[in-house]
């Protein structure tokens, strides 16, 4: 029973253990980002009406595909690139860096997911070679001449465009929204599990509220109609097609949440899990990107190391969808959040609660790396900015660029076709896209040199994506096109054996290196 000697030892443990989170803290929580952008592809008729559904051969993607798979006669950037398997149109890696381009829900949305990075603005940078690339097949259905090939010759341009909402006539509950997909590492504690009844730790209640806020910044803008059926600016139309908390939906149909966790026990080191957000933005300006996912990576570690219970808020269950809807209709950003305090309502503006999270996060960590530091400063200072109005980010934040443009330039009438026309050219990623328009004439702020998306498109991140990108060249250079290789983190070998790499942001292992020596 020990008396006072028990007392001096639980002194002891407690100093122990204070230090070691203090010294941990001096650099960056090891976590692996990624991206997920599914673009949206509309051929332009030679009746000068745009067509995402092009009749026979079925959606515009149609066209994108038909490029693949390369041959010889195929220009040199997209043979650089390796694709793998190299004689399939679908479902292909990059043996250059790693990523991922395929076709998703039925082949009807191209889709380009980035490789596991380490931080928010590798992953960002990433996230912008993927425009890159898919922009050069987009200009290969027009080298080719697939509009002329297929469909009697009805098209004569074919835009991909980088959005959030894909409409087809039905109502929104059944139709498909394509969008971004945010992918962290966390703690698989987290994680609803379906053997127990309750959610441990009630993260959802932790997160939902900063991700119903974190529009503000993340949000791409668009122009919606209403239930009046008047045309109206929005922050963002995702939250429109977000109805829950936690979901396993992603694409079509409704059901889909704001929280949803891939659990992939064969692809994540032990106690962690892959965090796959639903409800994030397709950004054409990374700023916005770069302020919600530094912010989400500072909220995520203060919820996984906070030793005191630091955040008192829960979700208010009635109103979170509604005031997620009401915000991202409010350009003033004054619409209210409602959550409880125990038995109270408590009532935020975003602003001010995207405050408590920064709060929360300083209150919770002692210590921040380089790097961390610039994402809590990046994240304040857009904050402050957007106190003043919309106009002090019309350079950097989506929403605000495009309300900025089609009020200055188009007059401000939401109505007017061409200012609708206008918020989905905004985000043509071609150059004669809006926003890249912007971007060549210094209206807005540009976040990277060309020379880094150049090197991004050629190169993985120190990751796991290094050694993908080696096993895909050794099987490339050996003749095993026919090698059947699908997850992320498991590698086949000759006898069908799968050596596992689970740490996202591990380069090699022994077992690895083995394997690839029996490839070669």
């Known amino acids: 029973y020990g008396g006072n000697n028990l007392g001096q030892a639980a002194k002891k443990v407690y100093i122990k253990i204070s230090f070691l989170k203090n010294e941990r803290a001096q650099t960056m929580q090891k976590r692996a980002f990624g991206i997920e952008t599914e673009y949206s592809v509309a051929c332009l008729g030679k009746n000068r009406l745009f067509y995402t559904d092009i009749g026979c051969p079925g959606q515009a993607a149609f066209f994108l ?66 425009n890159s690339i898919v922009e050069d097949i987009r200009k290969e259905v027009l080298r080719l001449g697939l509009l002329e090939e297929y469909c009697e010759s009805r ?67 668009g122009i919606k109609l209403s239930a009046d059926k008047k045309w109206r600016y929005v922050i963002s139309q995702r939250p429109f097609f977000i109805d829950s908390k936690i979901t396993t939906r992603t694409t079509a149909g409704g059901g889909r949440g704001f929280i949803h966790f891939k659990n992939e026990v064969d692809e994540a080191p032990h106690g962690k899990i892959r965090l796959h957000l639903h409800c994030g933005d397709s950004n054409m300006s990374p700023w916005g990107k770069f302020a919600a996912l530094g912010a989400t990576h500072l909220a995520l570690r203060a919820y996984e190391e906070d030793e005191r219970n630091n955040w008192k808020y829960k979700l208010h269950p009635t109103h ?145 994506a290094l050694f993908r990108s080696r096993f895909l060249t050794t099987l490339l250079k050996s003749g095993r096109f026919d090698h059947n290789y699908c997850q992320w983190g498991g590698f086949p070998g000759l006898n069908g054996e799968i050596i596992y790499i689970k740490d996202p942001l591990v380069t090699t292992t022994e077992e690895g290196e083995k394997l690839l020596e029996s490839l070669k």
């Open 65 to 130: 595909m038909k490029v693949l798979p390369l041959n010889q006669t195929s220009p040199e950037r997209l043979t650089k690139l390796m694709l793998f398997p190299p004689y399939k149109d679908n479902g292909l890696w990059l043996a250059s860096n790693g990523a991922r381009f395929y076709f998703d829900i039925n082949d009807t949305v191209s889709e380009y997911a980035t490789p596991e990075c380490e931080n928010p603005r590798e992953a960002i940078i990433h996230s912008l070679a993927g």
């Open 155 to 221: 098209y004569k341009d074919i835009f991909v465009f980088k959005m959030n909402a894909h409409f087809d006539g039905s109502d929104i509950p059944f139709q498909n929204a394509v969008g971004c997909h945010e992918n962290y590492t966390t703690l698989s504690e987290f994680a609803p599990n379906p053997e127990r009844s309750w959610e441990p730790h009630h993260f959802s209640e932790f997160l939902t509220p900063f991700l119903i806020s974190r529009q503000i910044f993340d949000g791409a803008g």
């Open 320 to 464: 979170f969808i509604n005031d997620f809807h009401a915000l991202a209709s409010d350009t003033t950003l004054e619409s209210p959040i409602r959550l409880l305090d125990g038995n109270n309502e408590k009532v935020f503006s975003a602003i001010n609660l995207q405050k408590e999270y920064i709060n929360f996060v300083e209150k919770s960590l002692n210590n921040f790396s380089n790097e961390e530091s610039i994402m809590l400063e990046s994240w304040k200072s857009m904050l402050e900015k957007l106190e003043q109005g919309y106009e002090a980010v019309s350079k950097e934040l989506d929403w605000a660029i495009k309300l900025n443009y089609i009020k200055e330039r188009l007059g401000g009438d939401f109505n007017n076709t061409k200012a609708r026309f206008a918020s989905t050219l905004y985000h043509d990623i071609s150059a004669r896209g809006i926003y890249n328009g912007f971007l060549r004439t210094g209206e807005v702020l540009p976040f990277s040199a060309q020379s880094e998306i150049e090197k991004a498109r050629l190169n993985p991140p120190q990751t796991r």
